[in-house]
C-alpha cells in the first residue's frame, strides 16, 4: 500500500492507497519537532482503531516546510522499509516541469494540485487552494503549472485582524446572514466571508482576461465548500485533490521505472 503525506504550513495529513482507493485519512498539526517514532505511535493507534493494518510498502511526501522532512524520511526508512518519493527533489520526476522564473522554488503542494487536477479534467484550469495561504495554480493546456498567485491564508486573515487591533476578538470563519454587520464579530466575519468572495472572484477573472483560452475553477481545501455558499466560484471542489496529485505523481514516477 501506499502511504501519502502532504504537509502544509498548519496540518500534516496521511492517507492510505491501496491502487483503488483511499483507505483512511489522519489529520495532525504539523510540528517540526514531531519525531519519526511519535509519527508511527499516531498513524498505527489510528490504523488499528480503523481495523486497517499496517502494510505500507511505498510512500510519497509533499511538504511545503522543508524542515519536517527529515522525520518522515526516518519515519518511512524505519518503519516501512522504504524510501518516500519526495515532490521537489530532483529525484521525483513530474508529468511536465513548471514554466516559471529560473530559480523559482514553485511549493510542492501547488505542482502536486497541479498533477491532480490535470488527470482529472484536463488543463486550461485555476486551482484554488484553502490552506494556510490561499493559492491559485494555473494549469496550461498541456498540463503544466505556469504561475498563480498567492494570498493570506483565511484564518492567517482572521488571527492577524486579532492579533493587531486590541478591541478584535478571535472568531471562526462562517457565513454571515447580512453583509452589514451589526456586532464586532459579525462585522469581522462578514468583512472575511465576503472579503474572500470578491478575492477569489476578483483574482480569477483577471486570471481568465490575461489568459487566452477559457478556463475551468476547481476549489480545494476545507474551506472550499463554504465559500461556494456566497457565490458561484468554482466548476468544481474537489477535497482530495491533492492526495490524487500525489498518487498521480507517484504513478508517473513508476512508469518512468525511476521507482
Ligand atoms: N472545514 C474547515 N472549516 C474551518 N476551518 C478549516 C477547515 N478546514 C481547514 N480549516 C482551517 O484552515 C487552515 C488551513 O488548513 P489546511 O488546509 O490544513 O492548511 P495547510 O495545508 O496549509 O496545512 C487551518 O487553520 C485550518 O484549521
Ligand atoms: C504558498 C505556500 C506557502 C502554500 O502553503 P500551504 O498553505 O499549503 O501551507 C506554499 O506553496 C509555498 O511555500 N510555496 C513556495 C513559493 C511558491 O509556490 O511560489
Ligand atoms: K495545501
Not at 13 to 18: G, K, L
Request: hydrophobic residues 40%; charged residues 20%; contains cysteine.
Amino acid at each position: 500500500m501506499l502511504l501519502c503525506i502532504d504537509c502544509g504550513n498548519t496540518n500534516t495529513v496521511f492517507s492510505v492507497w491501496d491502487g483503488t482507493r483511499f483507505l483512511c485519512t489522519l489529520r495532525t498539526a504539523t510540528d517540526h519537532q514531531r519525531t519519526a517514532d511519535q509519527y508511527f505511535v499516531w498513524f498505527s493507534t489510528l490504523m488499528a482503531h480503523h481495523k486497517i493494518p499496517v502494510e505500507i510498502t511505498e510512500c510519497i511526501l509533499s511538504s511545503t516546510v522543508p524542515r519536517v522532512v527529515f522525520n518522515l524520511r526516518v519515519l518511512c526508512d524505519r518503519y516501512f522499509d522504504c524510501r518516500p518519493l519526495v515532490v521537489g527533489k530532483p529525484e521525483c520526476l513530474l508529468p511536465r516541469p513548471p514554466r516559471v522564473d529560473e530559480g523559482t522554488q514553485v511549493g510542492p503542494d501547488r505542482l502536486v494540485n497541479t498533477a491532480g487536477a490535470y488527470n482529472r479534467h484536463g488543463g486550461d484550469l485555476i486551482v484554488v487552494d484553502f490552506g494556510t495561504a490561499t493559492t491559485f495554480d494555473v494549469v496550461a493546456h498541456d498540463g503544466a503549472y505556469v504561475g498563480g498567485i498567492i494570498a493570506p491564508g483565511v484564518n492567517l486573515s482572521l488571527e492577524a485582524l486579532h492579533r493587531a487591533a486590541a478591541a478584535l476578538p478571535h472568531v471562526d470563519v462562517s457565513k454571515p446572514q447580512r453583509v452589514i454587520g451589526t456586532n464586532t464579530v459579525a462585522c469581522m466575519q462578514s468583512g472575511v466571508f465576503w472579503g474572500y468572495i470578491g478575492l477569489v472572484r476578483g483574482i480569477c477573472d483577471r486570471v481568465r482576461a490575461e489568459y487566452d483560452r477559457p478556463m475551468r475553477i476547481i476549489g480545494t481545501g476545507g474551506l472550499a465548500s463554504l465559500f461556494s455558499q456566497g457565490d458561484v466560484l468554482f466548476d468544481r471542489i474537489e477535497d482530495d485533490l491533492t492526495m490524487h496529485g500525489l498518487t498521480v505523481i507517484h504513478q508517473y514516477n513508476k512508469d518512468q521505472g525511476t521507482l
